[in-house]
Structure formats: structure tokens, C-alpha cells
């Protein structure tokens, strides 16, 4: 059966004939097995893929050292007990707060959005307060307080003043009318718009990815996280960092290592197993503790059948000592092949005569079809070619490299890449920008 074939037939059994429908991709594809770098379809066409199932394989697919684990787990019928506690469990928490410099506790989830949800539903019982301030062009999950103002057009946002809040734009039916109520969508980068929704008071938390990761690679300008963090002291806010993305694929200690900037919660997810089911929860003791507080009425609920399931925990515990015994190697490898991809772009991109950006963190990249960097999602709505971007990465699918083939999406490496693979892109990525540049 074709591709098509199957899809149809799935179509019959499945809405959409897909599970989870943002995976729907044209051309269609039907995948059997990824390895390391690599992906097949069920025609045995082999690609090198830097979409990395939305980019959890740091180490690249099936990990022998995650897997190993895994195997091993199962076989030692370490199966879901779901009451008390478990070794496994205190050791992937210890090793999360050894390695993220702001978690004094964690909890354990199954997904990033189990982690963001929880992460807001704290800020409230700690602040009081109800509402919350996200970002344009970020995505936190697909929960009623944060699904809102991903990729919107030009045209939705061409009223979009700096320093006001914008329009809510949902990315789903089925809100209720009044989640709208407690949610502020500003543009990322714009501390002023951050500052005036804060002013009118009772602004639980701010949650955002330090990096706007779900439209390429957003950076934030120099001050703009302190900024952040200030104004969160000032109106007795909780700064919250998604690093549901770029946790563990930035550095062991998350992007906040990085930048310096002391969130009070954290989410982390994807990168944390190696692309097994986990999220992450964690941060300050003194919030973290709601989740136990003596008082009942100020108790956060969490709960859930497969919350620490043994095999997304020992893989997580895998994937950590994994990166912590070989951190340097693990981070300076992932560096120097993102750099080698950044240059070998911007060198083809130029060739070809393209206005064309490449944004890069680490092993994390895009090419964006316009001239300069975009500082939020305005810039890339109004200025990124959206077809030639559709284009490029259709035609480097059919040439045996896999981009998600939707606009701005980010290409992840793995450390199971080599620069072999990275120059072989770099002359598939040739190719199919001459055939761009004739049409
Ligand atoms: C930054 C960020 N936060 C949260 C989520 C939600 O995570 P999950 O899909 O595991 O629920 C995602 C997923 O793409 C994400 O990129």
C-alpha cells in the first residue's frame, strides 16, 4: 500500500486518519523505524531527520544506552506499582536538582503540558490571583489557559501596537467562553506590554519559552528575561520558564543556565527521556511545597495512574547520566555541528541569492525566508515567505532530509549525528535550493 493508501484507510478509524492531527504532513508519510539520525518510511526510503518527533532526541533516536534501561527495567518487572514511592523515582528527582541549579523539588508528569498546567495551577494557589500573561508565537501545551496565538496571520495581528496586549486568538474550539477571561497574549520581547497588563493587578504568573521555540528560534533581546524577572518581583508575580523545549537540548541546566535568569517554576519535558513520555515540574521549595501544604484548601492537586511510570523514568535517568558523564563531549559536539549547519545555510543561502535568515541555539536551528532576525512572531508573519519556506522543506523531503514540512518549524540535531550527515545535508540542501530559485 501506498502512503495515501494507508492514510486513507487509517481515515476510516482515526479523525483525520492521524493521531494527534499537528502531525498531518504533506506529502504524506508513513514511518516504520528511526535509528540515530535516521528515519524510514514504509517504502524504505531513508532520511536524515532533524525534526527529531518535534525535537525530544537529543541523543537521537533509540539511544542503545536509554533503550539498555529501558530493557532492563521491564525484565526486572519493574511494573507501575502506583502506591508509595519507588527508588526510581527519588533518583530521577535527585538527579533533575542536581542538575538544574533552580528545582530544590520536582513532580513528575507524563507530557510538557501536564507540567505547564501544573506550573499555573500552583502560581494561582500561591498568588491568589487568577490571571496569567503568555507570549505570541509560544506554545506551553494545549491546555485552556495557555492554547491560545501561535502562528497567527499578519492580518490577525495588523492592530498589534507595542506595549498593548493583543487579541486572543484560540487554537482550539471547545474553551469555554470564560478561559479567555484569565489569559494576556503580548507580543515576546515586549517588556512594556508585560508591565501594563501588570499594572491592572492580578496577574498570577508569566509562563513563557525563554526561546520561542515552536516558530524557529526567537531569542530574547539583551535584558528582556531580567526584565521580566524584575517586574515579577515588582507586582508579586511568578516567573514561570517552559523549557519544555530547550531544556537538556541547550545545556544540562536548562537555557536559565545560560542566561542567567532565576525562573520560580520550570517545565521541562522532550529532551528529559530521550523521546519517552515524561514531564517535568519544579522549582522554588517554597512554592513546590503546595503540592503538600498542610493547610487542605491551599493543596494542589497532583495526581495521575502513570505520573513516574518506571520505563519514561528510567529512560529520563538514562538520558541525564548520559548527559551528565558526558556533557562536555555531548554539548561541544552538538555546537560544533550547529555551527557547521549555520555556516555551510548561510554560505548556500547567499550562493542562491535568497534573502534568508539562519537563527541558530546550539543544536537548534532555522532558516527563515526574510532578511533579519525576527525579534517575535509579528516580524516572522509579516516578513517570512511562507511558500518558498513550505517549498523548501518538501523538496528537502523528497530529497532524503526530514523537516517538518510547516513554516518555521525548528530542525534539531542529535548528538547521534555526524558531520558526515550535516555535509551530506548541506549538499541535498544545495540542490533543492536551485530548484527553489528557478520557481
Ligand atoms: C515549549 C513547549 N511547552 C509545552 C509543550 C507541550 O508538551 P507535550 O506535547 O509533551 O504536552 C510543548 C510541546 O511541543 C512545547 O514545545
Not at 104 to 127: C, I, M, W, Y
Not at 347 to 364: I, N
Request: net charge negative; with cysteine; charged share 25%.
Amino acid at each position: 500500500m501506498t502512503a495515501n493508501e494507508i492514510w486513507e484507510k487509517h481515515k476510516q478509524v482515526i479523525p483525520g486518519g492521524v493521531v494527534s492531527l499537528n502531525r498531518i504532513i504533506d506529502p504524506m508519510r508513513v514511518f516504520v523505524r528511526a535509528k540515530g539520525a535516521y528515519l524510514w518510511d514504509s517504502d524504505g526510503k531513508q532520511y536524515i531527520d532533524y525534526h527529531a518527533a518535534f525535537s525530544p532526541y537529543l541523543l537521537g533516536h533509540s539511544d542503545t544506552d536509554v533503550d539498555e534501561a529501558v530493557i532492563r527495567a521491564i525484565r526486572e518487572e519493574r511494573s507501575l506499582m502506583g502506591a508509595g514511592t519507588t527508588p526510581w523515582e527519588g533518583e530521577l528527582a535527585e538527579l533533575l536538582v542536581e542538575c538544574i541549579p533552580t528545582l530544590d523539588q520536582v513532580q513528575l508528569t507524563n507530557t510538557g503540558s501536564e507540567a505547564t498546567f501544573l506550573a499555573l495551577r500552583l502560581a494561582r494557589a500561591v498568588t491568589e490571583r487568577d490571571k496569567v500573561i503568555i507570549m505570541q508565537g509560544g506554545y506551553n501545551g494545549w491546555h485552556n489557559d495557555v492554547a491560545f496565538n501561535l502562528m497567527d496571520s499578519a492580518d490577525q495581528l495588523a492592530d498589534s501596537r507595542e506595549g498593548e496586549e493583543l487579541p486572543l486568538s484560540p487554537l482550539t474550539a471547545g474553551m469555554p467562553k470564560s478561559a479567555a477571561q484569565n489569559v494576556h497574549v503580548v507580543q515576546f520581547n515586549d517588556l512594556a506590554a508585560v508591565e501594563n497588563v501588570m499594572r491592572r493587578g492580578n496577574i498570577a504568573a508569566v509562563i513563557l519559552e525563554p526561546i520561542l521555540q515552536n516558530i524557529g528560534i526567537v531569542k530574547p533581546k539583551p535584558g528582556y528575561l531580567n526584565g521580566l524577572r524584575r517586574l515579577c518581583d515588582q507586582y508579586g508575580s511568578l516567573l514561570v520558564f517552559d523549557e519544555v523545549k530547550t531544556g537538556f537540548r541547550h545545556a544540562l541546566g536548562g537555557y536559565q543556565s545560560i542566561c542567567g535568569v532565576r525562573p520560580d517554576l520550570s517545565s521541562f519535558g522532550k529532551a528529559v527521556a530521550n523521546g519517552y513520555p515524561l514531564g517535568v515540574i519544579g522549582g522554588k521549595r517554597e512554592y513546590m511545597e503546595y503540592f503538600n501544604h498542610p493547610e487542605p484548601a491551599k493543596r494542589v492537586l497532583i495526581a495521575g495512574t502513570y505520573n513516574a511510570h518506571p520505563v519514561p523514568t528510567v529512560a529520563a535517568i538514562a538520558t541525564l547520566r548520559k548527559l551528565k558523564t558526558q556533557e562536555g563531549e555531548i554539548y561541544a559536539h552538538l555546537e560544533r555541528l550547529g555551527q557547521m549547519m549555520e555556516d555551510g545555510l548561510k554560505t548556500r543561502l547567499a550562493r542562491h541569492g535568497f534573502p534568508a535568515t539562519v537563527a541558530r541555539q546550539g543544536s537548534a536551528f532555522v532558516v527563515y525566508f526574510m532578511d533579519a532576525s525576527p525579534e517575535n512572531w509579528l516580524d516572522i508573519a509579516r516578513y517570512n515567505d511562507m511558500e518558498r519556506d513550505k517549498k523548501y522543506r518538501q523538496r528537502l523531503i523528497d530529497a532524503g532530509v526530514f523537516h517538518f514540512p510547516l513554516p518555521t518549524k525548528q530542525g534539531s540535531i542529535s548528538f547521534a549525528h555526524t558531520e558526515t550527515d550535516i555535509e551530506r545535508t548541506l549538499e541535498i540542501t544545495d540542490t533543492v535550493l536551485s530548484t527553489l530559485a528557478r520557481n
